[in-house]
């Protein structure tokens, strides 16, 4: 094998790693997305709520999802660990406690109810 082609060889498993590894990161993307989407009919239960965008969130593994109850703008942002866990939920008003995130992860966004009620499939 030349030199040449040692380095092209070199280049493309360096691409496929690359490529990997980007697919990696958007799949993880966009399931955070998903989970803090469908928090959003547990921690805002009032009819007629409207999803404006669910994005990533401000800082380093959150997702900020905003909505509307009306004509009135709301938001919900969600932290996760390096994976999908989800380890803090907040709105405008007030953050999930230890427990109470807890109960959501474990009786809600673990259950098909939570698919269900995903506001993006509305």
């Not at 509307?68 to 932290?79: A, K, Q």
């Not at 660990?81 to 959501?104: C, F, K, N, Q, R």
């Amino acid at each position: 094998m030349t030199r040449g082609h040692r380095w092209l060889l070199g280049a493309a498993v360096v691409a496929g790693f690359l490529g990997g590894l980007a697919a990696c990161q958007d799949t993880l993307r966009r399931d955070r997305v998903a989970t803090c989407r469908r928090a959003l009919p547990a921690v805002a239960p009032q009819p007629g709520i409207r999803l404006l965008r669910a994005a990533p969130g401000p800082a380093a593994n959150s997702v900020r999802v905003d909505y509307s109850d009306g004509t009135r703008p709301h938001w919900l942002t969600c932290r996760f660990d390096a994976g999908t866990t989800l380890v803090a939920l907040a709105t405008e008003g007030t953050t999930l406690s230890g427990p109470a995130l807890y109960m959501l992860r474990r009786f809600y966004l673990d259950t098909p109810d939570a698919a269900a009620g995903d506001p993006a499939g509305r």
